[in-house]
């Protein structure tokens, strides 16, 4: 604990007692931890106070900046027993695994029915039992990363799922975040950890949901292995409270002939960072990035996404979607690697981008590094209003102006919501979509 | 039912209409002919509320009520309907949904119970039926990718469906074979009734032969030049507008249709 204090002192980090203190509180709740363990969240802890918050000086950071992060005081989120009621995203007979606040609650959650060959459960009781040195922190980027180290260092819990070689899940699972609104600003730092075995087959869906007024800061770490020739669809609902920080990383990574898509719907949040990364890190791997983020007010997301091709073969296709009203702004930064061995890369990137208002304001940007000369990679962004023909039309028929323009950009989301092959969920959002706004 | 007076509109600082006069009483066909440029569908684009146009002199009236006052949407709930020139593409809202909506926001207005999608259904196949349209049409996104014939007898299909007390058809007809043109004539005149009036923009006496008008106006330069009853129609096929005044090097109507017809093969 000496080292991370000392650096701790040498760092230029905002409000550098506060996460010095939850950092000590966890080591004190984990002293038992093994060594590994301890040793991790110490490394993530140093380097967090290393690198500090990012500023706009550094290039992934440009077009957002997290000084509202940095300066607010967060405290640890405090554990809430009441029973909330989950979001209506969630099917109740759906296998759930629910964490309010931060933590792990069995009474929320419900895993009965799930087939053999499949564990889902807090990841706090599988570090107890101390399995998952091989694959915790091995994917996502905590030396490099100042909020996936400042997750790896205060993270004690979240959903773990492990599926087992062969097996495929009719049933998607549910990972549930719920945050009840606390005095004080409160912060929370869900790790997930996904272990997809080969030829594994399953839909998992992460929902990020906050009360209105809710002022906290999610800083979310998802890790994911998708084996060989797993069929793995992933889905993220992202709808905090519309004063919440959201920032959060999926970290995948594909063996050979794994086919995984990444879908996320992003709605809520006041400063929203997602960042997508796949590593296609075996011969023929598929991976499908669709998203969709929908923002008015004073909002803000950003999506970074980054592809990264390794080997030789791999399918990337990746589409984004935006639509932007009021004050609200937006970043898209999608980035493809394709490395000196991938050759035979095939990969499409597209990012269209719907603005509602003058005062709404995207930046989108596709950031390739290709590295390999037989590959295929082509991108395209948009940024457009709504058609005013199309909008005359539709009153023409009589439908209000309002109306229509809402038509229009359901429209205009629809084909990314027709990528979701979880039916209850897509009919669950377009919903939700059309209530938003009316 | 319609009373133009003087109506005088102008797009981005060119005026188009110069001074309009017409009357449309209800059970009324009348039928606007005029070459290319001459302020058809501005009229018809001006009725209907389209916004690019701004109304600079003079006024209409419809069932006694200032028409241009009223939201393009507040129209079409009023009766008032245009089947468009160029109907618009648009992806991603399937027909079916979009015409439900119109109908189920028309019957809102009127005091009646929206209907349901079944009952949607029941009711538009003899109108689908009666238009030769293929079922398939209603579940693909609005007009897109629909050949031009498909567009045309996509906007009478909605016309008949939601039943409009005052019909403007903007070139319906151009682009459709006879086949086609008879079968949209046949949807056009389903709905002729004491009650309702239909206005047809064409350039061609061929429709004529199929919905007979009660009144044939010349509008030219933004101005109705002349009216008379279907004789001028056929007048104007035989001679061309010269004769009315209109200079050379405007593109006699038969030409046009020469032209159409080899654009259609
Ligand atoms: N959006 C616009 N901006 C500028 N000028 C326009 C616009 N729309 C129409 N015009 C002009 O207004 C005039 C009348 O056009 P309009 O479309 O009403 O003619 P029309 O009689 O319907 O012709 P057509 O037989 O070719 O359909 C034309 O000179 C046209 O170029
Ligand atoms: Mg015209």
Redesign the pocket.
Known sequence: MSGATTTLSAGMLDQADVYLAGFEAVEKRWAGAPGWLRELRRGAMARFTELGFPTGKLEEWKFTSVAPIARTRFHPAQPDSRPVRLPAAVPAGAPHVVFLNGRYSQAQSNLGGLPPGVRVGSLAEFLKNGRAEEHLARYAAWREEAFVALNTALAEDGAFIEISRGTVLREPIYMVFCSTPSGEPAMLHPRNLILAGEASQAAIVEVYAGDAGGNYFTNAVTELLAGETAVIEHYKLQQESQEAFHVATLQVRQQRSSNFAAHSVSLGGALVRNNVNAVLDGDGAQCTLNGLYLVGGRQHVDTHTVLDHAKPHCGSREYYKGILDGRSSAVFNGGIVVRKDAQKTDAIQSNKNLLLSEDAVINTKPQLQIWADDVRCTHGATIGQLDSEALFYLRSRGIGHDRARHLLTFAFANDVLGRMKLEELRAHLERQMFACRR | MLEITNLHAK??D?E?LRGIDLKVNAGEVHAIM?P???????LAGVLAGRP?YEVTAGGVTYDGKDLLGLSPEDRAREGLFLAF?YPVEIPGVSNMYFLRSALNTGRRHRGLDELDAMDFLRMVRGKMKLLGMDESLMNRSVNEGFSGGEKKRNEIFQMAVLEPRLAILD?TDSGLDIDALKVVAEGVNALRAPQRAIIVVT?YQRLINYIVPDFVHVLYNGRIVKSGDRQLALELEQKGYGWLGIPNGTLSPAAVAGAESVLAR
């Not at chain 2, 290319?36 to 501005?42: A, M, V």
């Open positions: 797009v981005e060119n188009i005029g290319n440029g001459s302020g058809k569908s501005t690019i020139q070139e350039h």
